[in-house]
């Protein structure tokens, strides 16, 4: 969800109107989503990179959420939505954990659509520790190093459970993976617009699933 900060700065606004903007944006997109057809969308919200912004930003960043999931939980409970939160809790404040820990439990039982919040989330540091466990395991005994297979690495990522993206959207014109899903995004279709997040709405990611229909999805094998 990239560009919130240049949306801002081109209306003279502070960067943080522009991460509110990017919430109004956010309920656009998860509810355009069972319209058209997907199942688990994953919002990339804060990444382990981000803890190094400037703390009134950190905390700007952190009242979104809160207030985001405060006022959406129910509404999100009701329309069959999950909420699941990958990343590294420990650095969280204690009452977004708690947030995040209600509105897990509070929309268990739904799958209309899966919306998986990538929040103090980085792909290396879940490789690190999906790689530190193994390492235990084997040193317990209870796994050979040769029995490490790619299955084993999938259940000991925060995303066990759920499929890889077919479709990976960088908004903003940047064009990187500023790790995320370096693992799961094997075989990801990459979309990358110049559209700022907070102009991302409904057709823009129609947009972008149209241009996923084009691909040819080959998982590096030939067309023939
Ligand atoms: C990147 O734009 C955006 C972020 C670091 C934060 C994204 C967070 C939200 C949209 C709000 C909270 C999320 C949820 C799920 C409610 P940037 O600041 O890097 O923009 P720039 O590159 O233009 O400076």
């Known amino acids: 969800m990239d560009g919130n900060g240049r949306w801002a700065k081109a209306r003279g606004l502070p960067r943080n109107l522009g991460h ?22 994953t919002l990339y919200a804060f990444s382990t990179e981000n803890w190094k912004r400037p ?35 420990s650095r969280l404040p204690a009452d977004i954990v708690a947030l995040v820990d209600e509105a897990e439990a509070k929309t268990l039982g739904n799958s209309r659509l899966t919306l998986i919040i990538a929040l103090s989330y980085g792909s290396q540091d879940e490789l690190v520790t999906a ?29 066990a459970g759920i499929p890889d993206p077919d479709l990976l959207i960088r908004t903003s014109g940047e064009q990187r993976l500023s790790n995320f899903m370096l693992w799961q995004a094997a075989y990801s279709e990459l979309v990358f617009t110049d559209t700022l997040w907070p ?15 084009r691909r040819e999805r080959r998982y590096g ?4």
Do not use: H
């Open 199 to 213: 102009d991302f709405g409904r057709a823009e990611l129609a947009e972008a699933i149209a241009e996923y229909g």
């Open 221 to 224: 094998a030939s067309s023939a």
């Open 131 to 159: 790689a530190r466990r193994l390492a235990e395991a084997a040193l317990r005994g209870e796994i050979k190093p040769e029995q490490i297979d790619a299955g084993m690495i999938e259940r000991n990522l925060l995303t």
């Open 55 to 89: 703390a009134s930003e950190v905390s700007g960043l952190m009242d979104l959420l809160r207030i985001f999931i405060r006022s959406e939980l129910e509404q999100l409970r009701r329309n069959g939505v999950r909420v699941r939160v990958i990343g590294n809790r």
């Open 20 to 41: 509110r903007k990017g919430v109004d944006a956010v309920r656009e997109v998860v509810k355009a989503c069972p319209d058209l057809g997907i199942e688990y969308l």
